[in-house]
């Protein structure tokens, strides 16, 4: 009985452990958590600043022997970005949950992901400053990650070019790269910084309504839409909604088509035949 009692309380402690991990790892992010005092993000700080902030909290609210008691989980934050080889459970743990997450948001595949949004015709009107700014974003941002392989799965790109003349992007990194150039410009608009379900989808549709303003976004996401699903055929066989994507045409990104496809793997080269997930409706 004792052995069990050991088992179970051992379980529970690494349990905590774990959560306490997975919800502080990235709250370095936050403007008056993040160095310099100037509430800037740098990417590669704030797993350091989530770090700082999860050992204050500690010893603020459990003193040094709280403090010393989650120095694993501490270590594991401030490293989860780095390229470790130790043989540290929870901090291969909480590097691969991150990795995972990170790749779903990218990839689009979230079990009930939302396109459409519900808004007035003037919370669907691009501001002035995104419509000028956005050629510097996709070029920046999304164009050097055009046919680079960065995702463990299918479609493993965060923007793959396509013969057609369409780039088809994620829309979550192209949001990302938004926040990014807003943050370096210090552009204050905090519809694209609300947290809420809903303003995020609004601040996305608003970024894809952008590219519109400029006609540079393809058939297949229609008004009221931020992106739409894909379907593609890797080595011949159909993959049915593999794709989350705003198909932007190549003319605008600063390389030429050619160009892009060149940077094309073999893995990237065997996903062909890209069509729109057309819905089929309910059968009578």
Do not use: Q
């Not at 379907?231 to 390389?255: C, D, H, M, Q, S």
Request: net charge positive; glycine share 10%.
């Amino acid at each position: 009985m004792e052995e069990i009692h050991d088992s179970t309380h051992t379980e529970r402690l690494l349990y905590g452990k774990h959560m306490i991990a997975a919800l502080a790892h990235d709250v370095g992010k936050m403007g008056h958590l993040r160095p310099g005092g100037d509430g800037r993000y740098v990417k590669d700080d704030h797993a350091a600043a989530s770090a700082r902030a999860l050992g204050a909290w500690a010893t603020e609210c459990g003193g040094e022997d709280a403090a010393l008691a989650l120095r694993s989980v501490i270590d594991a934050v401030r490293n989860h970005h780095r390229a470790t080889s130790g043989p540290d459970p929870l901090l291969r743990c909480l590097k691969k949950a991150d990795t995972a997450a990170r790749e779903e948001e990218f990839s689009g595949e979230r079990k009930n992901p939302r396109m459409h949004v519900s808004a007035d015709k003037a919370d669907t009107e691009p501001p002035e400053w995104l419509i000028r700014n956005i050629p510097r974003i996709l070029n920046d941002h999304v164009g050097p990650a055009i046919n680079v392989e960065a995702l463990g799965k299918k479609p493993f790109a965060r923007a793959i070019s396509s013969t057609n003349g369409v780039v088809y992007v994620c829309p979550h990194y192209l949001f990302d790269g938004v926040r990014e150039h807003m943050e370096k410009e210090n552009v204050a608009d905090m519809r694209f910084f609300d947290s809420s379900r809903a303003a995020e989808l609004r601040a996305k549709l608003l970024v894809t309504n952008s590219l519109k303003s400029r006609g540079w976004v393809g058939e297949g996401v229609g008004e009221g839409y931020y992106a739409s699903f894909w379907n593609y055929a890797y080595e011949g066989k159909k993959v049915t909604r593999g794709g989350f994507w705003i198909p932007v045409f190549a003319e605008a990104f600063g390389a030429g088509l050619s160009e892009l496809e060149k940077r094309k793997g073999a893995r990237l080269r065997r996903i062909t035949s890209v069509s729109p997930c057309l819905a089929r409706g309910k059968k009578k």
